[in-house]
């Protein structure tokens, strides 16, 4: 399954808006950027996979799509008043599924956005 539509981050002054809040967390292979949204029925995540990663659009969606999967995955656990941004580093070219969603959930976990029931997983 996908997200729905209210749940992606698509326009670029949504994406300053966040880079603005210079609320990041990253680690070897993701930066997440996020800032609260009070009155959010549900959080909105935005993937940025830059053409430096690879020039290679299949090695692009593919990250995308894995980073995807593990927020839809998810959803239940992320704090709904929330933005997000996702931006892939080079390494992330590195990782199968298993690894973006351990590595993925890592960078949430430091960011404070994965509610306490999957702290706990």
Same mark, same amino acid.
């Given at each position: 399954?996908a997200l729905?539509?209210?749940?992606?981050?698509?326009?670029?002054? @949504?994406?300053? +808006?966040?880079?603005? =809040?210079? &609320?990041? *967390?990253?680690?070897?292979?993701? #930066?997440?950027?996020?800032?609260?949204?009070?009155? +959010?029925?549900?959080?909105?995540?935005? #993937?940025? *996979?830059?053409?430096? $990663?690879?020039?290679?659009? *299949?090695?692009?969606?593919? $990250?995308?799509?894995? $980073?995807t999967q *593990?927020?839809?995955?998810?959803?239940?656990?992320? @704090?709904?008043?929330?933005?997000?941004? #996702?931006?892939?580093?080079?390494?992330?070219?590195? %990782? !199968? %599924?298993?690894?973006?969603?351990?590595? %993925? %959930?890592?960078?949430?976990?430091?960011? +404070? #956005? $994965? =509610? +306490?029931?999957?702290? &706990? !997983?």
């Amino acid at each position: 399954m996908a997200l729905k539509k209210s749940y992606r981050i698509k326009k670029e002054n @949504e994406f300053q +808006q966040v880079y603005a =809040s210079k &609320n990041s *967390v990253a680690n070897r292979y993701f #930066v997440v950027y996020r800032i609260d949204k009070e009155g +959010q029925k549900h959080f909105r995540v935005g #993937v940025s *996979v830059g053409k430096r $990663i690879s020039k290679l659009s *299949v090695d692009r969606n593919r $990250i995308k799509r894995y $980073i995807t999967q *593990v927020i839809y995955a998810h959803r239940e656990t992320i @704090e709904p008043a929330t933005d997000l941004i #996702v931006i892939a580093r080079k390494n992330a070219l590195e %990782l !199968d %599924l298993a690894g973006v969603e351990k590595n %993925l %959930l890592h960078c949430l976990h430091l960011a +404070q #956005v $994965i =509610s +306490q029931q999957e702290e &706990n !997983d």
